[in-house]
Structure formats: structure tokens, C-alpha cells
């Protein structure tokens, strides 16, 4: 068992990744052993090069565990290391988990059935509304959706798990005391009280482009399955995919319009195998949890002219204009329709002058 | 040798009597002129002396004094040519100076004696009326735009041997029969019928000329924006006397009333390019003239890609949208334009425009959108009653025969007006969307079933605080298009449909 102060201090030196790090604990216990060794001694370890031995021997002086540690808990978070009780179980498994992670909230969510929702930060109302809803239905299931606390899609199934009173985690791609996105502040202060937000990141790290990669891997790493929601052609979605599958888990998409170019992706997945999901029952079935019989949604009652437009508009966006010239009907009064369509639940309307069935 | 004569000045938009006296004396030969003249005034000595000569008469080889009374005021422009030398012709008695009396005189002299057309004669006819003159002696291609103003003599002149022979009496000009009615407001450019399909978006701004409601269409590049706001006055209400002699005013003083049309019958549309200077768009300068939105007066102004415009440039119109006017200040003077016209805006949700579109991909990153929409600011939001989402056409619209056109909707439009006009009596507005939130209550009171649908539609479309009393004001309109007393259920579902910009504002949110 090695010294907290160790992994932490480890974890801190850059370009030393978790395979190396095991390396260095196979010959290392303490962390004033590790700091007395001498070069020779570190070239011994088979994972660490002459260049990585450079870095390390640069580097170890100028990280301090004490003071992470200490500042950590001065956050109100804590660091779990990979052999705590805490730490999530399927992502030891992988084959290169983080050594430590930075808690802030409940940590025990971490080892609830958990399933990972991911995709476009720049997503379409249809995926904002599905990924908000599934998330919800997991969440009302006591799974922990896992998402990456990004815009867009992320935060919808963040938003979607806290409606629904359940629990979720967020893993940054930053220090634990960094928000990012900034305007996510609020969000990320609920998910704190209602689950976790979780790095391996030390204190401080800025949200670096190179952290995202890594962050996936944790994100697909600690749960059963990757939910991919929305998708453009070459997403950082796409990348957590490609982890679940490195990893031995399941994938699974959302379908969306094959004209949308947000759902190329998905569809790209599903074409590959990945199962096709219309609602949380989808990802509990193949994951052998349990099912559930959703109980039908009672219809309002419609007038003839409301119904009569209701037929026209579909799952899709449809123009307004169209409407106006299928019916033959003064535009005012179309809209008027649309108010009431709009406020008995059955139609969205989108920005730009869209309608759609909800 | 003393001459006395009357001309006019330009302040502002209005025209002030300016009292020309000529005084020759014995002494070495000099010609100056006092009394605040600007540059192109005191330039006039040189043509006025070649005029003179070239018109074979003889100029006095004496000291001249000229002065321009009030002398407190600047005069500028070069319309006070053709009084400085009839003056010096008064005063060598060539012209009788009992024949002036009672006569405004302007013009331009060329070197060669011609009398060149000048800006602003409108206003000083107006002025000459009201000051009780008998007539104004004006250059002849201006001779049409004066003779509007009915009850004074227009006489307009070729040169300056013309107007020295009608004060000597062997000149009788013919009579100048303006040409009101010639312009008659049918003849617009272009025609709502032209645009084909984008039934919702003409319903919109029916409703918006009606109530006169500024109004801001949201939509993806190539949806037609421009080409439907080109054609809102088509379907504005036509001109009152009033109101066209008002604006051929600001016309006249700008200098842009073209060829010899005499009154402005159709309502402007003005559609500054974002690079707009302020200058440019309120007016001003250091010889003050009207801006871009003084020209719209009446009528449309149509700011194509809002968010382009420079921020100072946006804020410059929050004074004009609330008060109808303009007050610029200078060093030398404060002057006032009239600036009562309706913002049409137009704008792409995000710099590529494909923000939130279902069918393509947005390039634009998350702040980016942010920064784009933000750039409208929330006070001049509020002035803007109206947010219409503007959609591409749909290729089937194209085939499509039968489309509403200009004048049935402009029927409606007058008719809608009317109703509110005689509401509006006694209350010193004139449309629903100068109504004051006291008005409000007064003149938008809703039902029961009303105030249900009210409460419902704030808790599910997640409305802003500010919308509610837009929406009843747009309410209001749709109701006087229907020609209901009062609100109904119906026109507040309507009216409900036009913040779709808000919407955009939502999804950033996230």
C-alpha cells in the first residue's frame, strides 16, 4: 500500500501517465523513498526512460503533496486513491485507471450501476429534450448518469438526472476548484449536493484541450455503458465511444433525422453496432437491470383546427409557412393555433420559426 | 444709396426672414459683408461681381457693406447670391427698392449670371407664408417645390436679368401649378405579391405597420429578409398633406428632393449600411443636416444585420424611438429633427447564421454566439415590440399563383389606424405602441379566460418580465385588425407568437 502523499505527488509530475505511475509504485512505497532515489535508481524502473527520468528528477521537487492535500481539504473535497473502498470499481478494471481521484460531494455514488450520456456541445432542441429526459428515466431508476459537465448535451443529462432527483457525476477535464464552462457554476454547486464531481486532475489545472481525452476515458472507465446523444461527424463524443469499446463496454446512440448533421455521429455508431436507443428501457434491457412499463401519457383534448394542425406537424421541425399553405387558413390564426398547441404540451416551438411534436 | 431686401435663412428644418441691406458710400472700392456669414456666403462676392458684370450691368466701383440681419445667427449656404445682387443693384438704382417690398428672394449665382437651384426652399416658403410676404422669387428649377405652399407668388427666374426685369416690371412670370397630385402613392416600388409564399412574415408585419410596432426579423441568411422590408411602405398607410410637407421639409434642406417633383407622397424606406457614421444616421455636422433617421421619418428605417452596427451607433437610436425626434447640439447651435419612423431590423441568430437551424451545422463556437446576440442591448430590445423568426421559402411557395398584395393589406392597415386614432383622442398618442403602461391598463383589459391564458403562457414559454406589456400592445393591434373592442382569447395566442428572438436568448442559457 503506498503512501497517499506518493500518488498524490506522482499524479502531479506532467507527463507521467497512470501506466508509468504503477511502474514507479512497483519499486516505490513511501514518498521520501521516492524522494531520495537517486537517478540510477529510477532508470532501474523498466516504464521510466532517460528523458521521463529528467522530468521526474526536474519535477519532484517542485510538486508538494502536503499542500495539495492540505488545500484539498480546505476545498471541503477529497483525494481517493485507487485502493480505497471508494473508488469506483469498473474503472480500476480498465487498463490504465488514474491513481487518485479528487472527490467533491458524495463519493458513494461513484459505485452505484452507472451509465455515461455524452455528445455535441452544440446540441439541437431534439437532442437537448432527449438527453434531458433519458438521463431523468435513469435517474428514476437510482442510476447514476455520468457525464462530462460540458455544454450542451452533458449538462442537459446532468440537468435531466437532478430533476429526477437522482444522483449524477460529473467528470471535468480540470481541477477540482476550476469551473468550466464558467456559466455552469450553478450546475455544477447541485451536482455537488445531489452527487459528485469528480478529477484526477491536481488543483488548479486549467481545462487544457489535451485533459478531454483523458477525462473520456474516466467517463466511459466507471460505467456499464456510453449513451452517445448527439454526435456531429468528428465529435470528442465519438473519442468516449471509441474508450467504451477499448474497455469492454457497451455503446449505445440515439437515432436523430438522417438530415441533421448533429446525429452523423450516432448513426455512424449505430451503423457500427452500437444499439439503438429510444429510451432508458433500451439501456436497462441490455444491461439486464430492471424494466419497466412506462405508463401512458394521457391526451389533452384537441379542437378540430388544433388536431388539424397537430397532423401537419411531425417529429421534426416543420416550417411554419407550410402550415399556413396546407391549411389555406389566415396565418393569425395559425399562429394562435400553435400558442394553444404550444401550452397543451404537444408542439415546441423553435427558435427561428420551427414547430415540432414533443 | 441704401438698399434694403428680405431672403431667408435655414435653422434646423425650419427657415428664418433674414434681412439683406446694401449700403454704398464714397471711399476706396471694397465689398464686405457682415453679420456671421459662413465661407459659402462670403465666396458670394466674387461670383456676384462676375454676375453682375456678365449680365451687362455695372458694378459700383465703390465701398460696399453688406449686411445679413438678425446678425446673430450663422447664414450658410450660397442661396443668398441672387439677394446680394439685386441688393447692389437697388442701391445704384437699377432695381426701384419700392418694388422689393414684400418679396423673399433666394438663388445661386454662376459666374455668368444664371440663377442655380438651392436647397430648402420649402421650409422658406412656409416661412415666407406664415410671415405675412407677398411671394418669393426663387430660382426656377425650385419654382414647383415652392408653389406648394398655396396663398404667396412663386416666382421663378432663369438669371439675374430676368428677376431685375420683374422688379422693374417688364417681366411677368407664368403661373406655377405644382403637381400634388401627380405623385400619387400607388406608384410604390415593388409589391408584397411579389413575394411569394411568406404568409406568416407579411401577417407579421401587417400587424406591426398597423400598431405602428418596430419590429426585428430573426432568421438564417437568404430567407428574404430584405427583399419583404423593401416593401413595407407599400402597405403603410399614405400621407397626410401634413405629414408629406414635413418630410419633402427634411428632403428639401438635405437636398435630395430629386428633379421637380414638389411634394414626397410615398413613405421613405431608408437602409443605412452598418458602417453608418453617427453623423450619418442622426445627423449633424458642422453645417447641420439631417441624418438617415430624420429621412425615414414617416416612414420605414431598416437596419439590415443589427448586431454589424457599431454598439455608440445603436444606442444613438434609443432617443429618436422614444421621443420621435432628434436634438443634436453643436458649438454654434441646437438643432431639432423630426425622427418618428419605424425600425425594421433584421439580423442572422449567430455570425454564420445557422445557429439553432435544424438542417445545418452551426460553425460558430458557443461565445461566439453569446457575444453576436448580446450586442443587442436590453434598452433598445425594449423599444422593439416585435420579434419575428424568418424562414428560408420552401420550394413548393414558388409555384404558388395567388399571394396577398399591397393594397388589401394596406386597406386594413388604414383601417386598423383609424380605429386607433379615434381611440387615442385627447391621450397625445397616436398608435398601440406609444401606449404607457398606465395607458396599458386602461386600453388592454383582458377577460377572464384571457388572464388564464396570460398566466398559463408566462409559466410554459418561460416569458420575460419585459414581455408582458408587448404582447398586450401587440394583442391590441391584432384586435383592431379584427375590428374587436376587446381583447380576445385568440388575438393574445397570436400575439404570443412574436418573441422568437427570446427564444434564442433560452437556448444560450443552457
Redesign the interface.
Known amino acids: 500500500m503506498a503512501e497517499l502523499e506518493l500518488l498524490v505527488a506522482l499524479n502531479m509530475i506532467p507527463y507521467l501517465g497512470p501506466v508509468r505511475i504503477r511502474g514507479l509504485l512497483n519499486c516505490f512505497n513511501t514518498y521520501s523513498d521516492f524522494m531520495n532515489a537517486t537517478r540510477e535508481r529510477l532508470l532501474s524502473v523498466p516504464e521510466v526512460t532517460p528523458k521521463i527520468c529528467d522530468i521526474i528528477l526536474e519535477f519532484r521537487k517542485k510538486v508538494n503533496p502536503f499542500d495539495e492535500i492540505e488545500r484539498i481539504q480546505k476545498l471541503g473535497a477529497k483525494i481517493i486513491t485507487i485502493e480505497d473502498e471508494e473508488y469506483p470499481r469498473l474503472l480500476a478494471e480498465i487498463y490504465d485507471p488514474p491513481v487518485v481521484l479528487y472527490v467533491l460531494g458524495e463519493a458513494s455514488v461513484l459505485n452505484m450501476e452507472s451509465i455515461a450520456i455524452v455528445g455535441t ?2 446540441p ?3 437532442g ?1 429534450k432527449i438527453a434531458e429526459q433519458i438521463a431523468g428515466e435513469l435517474a428514476e431508476f437510482n442510476i447514476n448518469v455520468v457525464s462530462g459537465m460540458a ?2 448535451i452533458d ?2 443529462a446532468h440537468k435531466g438526472a437532478l430533476k429526477a432527483g437522482g444522483p449524477t457525476t460529473a467528470v471535468l477535464g480540470c481541477g477540482i476548484d476550476v469551473v468550466y464552462p464558467p ?1 455552469n457554476h450553478e450546475l455544477m454547486k447541485k451536482i455537488i449536493k445531489n452527487g459528485c464531481v469528480i478529477t484526477s486532475f491536481p488543483a488548479n489545472s486549467k481545462p487544457l484541450p489535451s485533459n478531454f481525452p483523458a477525462r473520456n476515458r474516466i467517463i466511459s472507465g466507471m460505467t456499464r455503458g456510453t449513451l452517445v446523444v448527439e454526435a ?1 461527424e468528428k465529435s470528442g463524443s465519438l473519442i468516449t465511444a471509441d474508450f467504451a469499446l477499448e474497455q469492454g463496454r457497451d455503446v449505445f446512440a440515439v437515432p436523430g ?1 438522417v ?4 446525429s452523423r455521429g450516432t448513426h455512424k455508431l449505430i451503423k457500427q453496432g452500437a444499439k439503438l436507443v429510444e429510451c432508458a428501457n433500451d439501456i436497462l434491457e441490455e444491461l439486464n437491470l430492471r424494466k419497466n412499463d412506462s405508463a401512458e401519457i394521457k391526451e389533452p383534448e384537441l379542437t378540430f383546427e388544433e388536431s388539424e394542425v397537430l397532423d401537419m406537424i411531425d417529429y ?2 416543420v ?4 402550415i ?2 396546407k391549411t389555406k387558413k ?11 398547441l ?2 397543451k ?1 404537444m408542439i415546441t ?6 414547430v415540432m411534436k414533443i | 444709396m441704401l438698399a434694403s431686401l428680405k431672403s431667408c435663412a435655414i435653422y434646423g428644418i425650419e427657415s428664418l426672414i433674414v434681412d439683406v441691406e446694401v449700403y454704398i458710400s464714397n471711399g476706396l472700392p471694397a465689398f464686405e459683408i457682415v453679420g456671421l456669414p459662413d465661407t459659402a456666403v462670403r465666396e458670394s462676392r466674387e461670383r456676384v461681381r462676375a454676375a453682375i458684370k456678365n449680365q451687362d450691368f455695372d458694378f459700383p466701383i465703390k465701398r460696399i457693406t453688406l449686411n445679413l440681419a438678425p446678425a446673430d445667427i450663422k447664414k450658410e449656404g450660397p442661396h443668398f447670391d441672387l439677394p446680394i445682387a439685386l441688393g447692389i443693384l437697388a442701391a445704384t438704382e437699377r432695381v426701384p427698392v419700392n418694388a422689393l417690398q414684400g418679396y423673399s428672394i433666394v438663388g445661386e449665382l454662376s459666374l455668368d449670371g444664371k440663377v442655380r437651384p438651392v436647397n430648402g426652399i420649402l421650409p422658406m416658403a412656409i416661412e415666407v407664408k406664415q410671415k405675412g410676404l407677398k411671394g418669393i422669387v426663387v430660382p426656377l428649377e425650385n419654382a414647383e417645390e415652392a408653389a406648394v405652399i398655396k396663398g404667396i407668388d412663386v416666382i421663378g427666374v432663369k438669371n439675374l436679368k430676368e428677376a431685375v426685369e420683374f422688379f422693374n416690371g417688364k417681366y411677368k412670370p407664368g403661373k406655377i401649378t405644382p403637381d400634388i397630385d401627380a405623385a400619387k402613392a400607388a406608384d410604390f416600388e415593388g409589391d408584397f405579391s411579389e413575394v411569394k ?7 407579421a408585419l401587417e400587424i406591426a405597420a398597423s400598431g405602428h410596432h418596430n419590429l426585428i426579423m ?3 441568411p437568404g430567407s428574404g429578409k430584405t427583399m419583404i422590408a423593401k416593401r413595407i411602405p407599400t402597405i403603410l398607410p399614405s400621407m397626410t398633406f401634413e405629414e408629406s410637407l414635413e418630410l419633402t421639409k427634411i428632403y428639401s434642406i438635405a437636398g435630395l428632393l430629386a428633379g421637380k417633383s414638389s411634394l414626397i407622397k410615398t413613405r421613405p424606406f431608408r437602409a443605412p449600411h452598418h458602417g453608418i457614421t453617427p453623423v450619418g444616421l442622426v445627423g449633424g455636422g458642422r453645417i447641420p443636416r439631417p441624418g438617415e433617421i430624420s429621412l425615414a421619418h414617416h416612414g420605414v428605417l431598416f437596419l439590415d444585420e443589427l448586431p454589424e452596427f457599431s454598439k455608440e451607433i445603436l444606442e444613438l437610436l434609443r432617443e429618436p424611438l422614444e421621443e420621435g425626434k432628434i436634438t443634436i447640439s453643436r458649438m454654434n447651435a441646437t438643432v431639432t429633427y423630426p425622427a418618428s419612423f419605424m425600425l425594421v431590423a433584421a439580423m442572422n ?1 449567430c455570425p454564420c447564421g445557422y ?8 460553425s460558430c463556437p ?1 461565445h461566439k454566439v453569446h457575444s453576436y446576440l448580446s450586442k443587442i442591448s436590453g434598452p433598445l430590445l425594449d423599444r422593439i415590440d416585435m420579434q ?4 428560408p ?2 420550394f ?2 414558388l409555384e ?1 399563383v395567388n399571394s396577398t398584395d399591397s393594397a388589401t393589406i394596406r386597406k386594413r392597415v388604414e383601417l386598423a389606424r383609424n380605429i386607433q386614432l379615434e381611440r387615442y383622442k385627447g391621450e397625445n398618442i397616436f398608435y398601440n405602441s406609444q401606449l404607457t403602461p398606465a395607458m396599458i391598463n386602461k386600453y388592454c383589459k383582458l377577460g377572464k379566460a384571457e388572464k388564464l ?1 396570460m398566466k ?2 408566462f409559466e ?2 418561460k416569458l420575460s418580465a419585459r414581455a408582458h406589456n408587448k404582447i398586450l400592445k401587440v394583442a391590441r393591434t ?1 384586435a383592431d385588425l379584427d375590428q374587436s373592442e376587446n381583447i380576445k ?3 393574445l ?2 400575439a ?2 412574436f418573441r ?1 428572438l427570446d ?2 436568448f433560452q ?1 444560450l ?2
Open positions: 456541445r452544440k439541437t432542441s431534439y437537448q455544454r450542451g449538462s442537459f456559466e456531429a433525422s438530415f441533421s448533421p448533429y421534426t421541425p416550417n411554419i409557412e407550410f399556413v399553405q389566415p396565418p393569425g390564426e395559425i399562429n394562435a393555433v400553435i400558442t394553444r404550444q401550452l404540451n416551438l423553435l427558435p427561428g420559426g420551427y | 409564399g411568406q404568409e406568416v412574415l407579411k401577417r430573426v432568421g438564417s441568430p445557429f439553432q437551424d435544424p438542417f445545418h451545422e452551426c458557443p419575428v423568426g424568418v424562414l421559402v420552401v413548393s411557395d404558388k391564458l398559463e403562457a410554459k414559454l391584432i382569447e385568440i388575438h395566442a397570436e404570443l407568437q422568437n427564444k434564442y437556448y442559457k443552457v
